[in-house]
């Protein structure tokens, strides 16, 4: 989830509306399915976890649900996502944090940024963070959105400061040290989709920037279906060279 407004890039009246959007929306729920797999992969089991930028806590809520055992901590810049986490996670440890004052003292196992970094000027320096706050044998998974060719009134009412390419992506995790144990691309199939309907402005989307979360029911399964599919074959071992979003899983060796 994006950090701040001023201080990163977001709205915090946007938190209370996007949570009621979220939930049986295609992507927020292909994404979490995704993020899942790559937890089980690579982090199982799963004791303890910490999310940088939380938002309204949709992500936090599928681990939680998945790993009630585990240690799960929430953090976010701004306390109107705070607020929203609450609400959602009433029994999780949530708190405000800045990522890019992340304490450097190694002692967290497993942290996630859930297109996070785009938000953040200083993307470098919050990997760099995240590398000696993390304890060795330990990682992090994060999901960025890809292909600067795709950038649009979307990403600006997003107030994202860049999209990543998968190589720009992984030198920079690279170079804070870590080391690389999955990256892909996913919303893969529905590229030439989301490139039509980017390369054109909206003024409804300026009055109103939830509307492209706001689909008739039946084009949202639609697309929710098309990402099974694409699941199901990241899972069987494919990589797809191209997609809206990238999620790379790295660890501290």
Request: with cysteine.
């Amino acid at each position: 989830m994006p950090q701040s407004n001023q201080q990163g890039g977001f709205n915090p009246e946007a938190f209370e509306i996007l949570a009621k959007l979220e939930t049986g929306y295609w992507w927020f729920e292909a994404r979490n399915r995704l993020i899942l797999d790559a937890i089980e992969k690579h982090f199982s089991p799963l004791t303890q976890f910490l999310e940088i930028g939380c938002g309204t806590g949709f992500v936090l809520q599928a681990i939680q649900k998945t790993y009630p055992h585990a240690e799960i901590t929430g953090t976010e810049l701004l306390e109107e996502g705070l607020a929203v986490s609450r609400k959602r996670l009433p029994k999780v440890k949530l708190e405000q944090l800045d990522a890019r004052k992340l304490s450097k003292d190694e002692n967290l196992q497993f942290v996630g940024a859930f297109d996070v970094l785009e938000h953040i000027p200083e993307d470098t320096l919050v990997l760099e963070n995240l590398f000696h706050s993390i304890r060795k044998g330990g990682g992090i998974i994060l999901t960025v959105p890809q292909h600067p060719s795709l950038w649009s009134q979307a990403d600006e009412i997003a107030h994202h400061i860049r999209r990543y390419t998968k190589k720009d992506l992984v030198q920079k995790v690279k170079a804070a040290g870590f080391t690389i144990e999955q990256v892909h691309s996913f919303v893969s199939f529905l590229v030439p989709l989301m490139w039509l309907s980017r390369k054109r402005k909206s003024s409804a989307m300026e009055k109103n920037p939830m509307r492209e979360f706001q689909l008739p029911g039946l084009l949202n399964k639609t697309l929710g279906g098309i990402m099974k599919v694409e699941r199901l074959l990241t899972k069987m071992g494919l990589n797809f060279p191209i997609g809206g979003s990238l999620l790379l899983v790295a660890k501290k060796t």
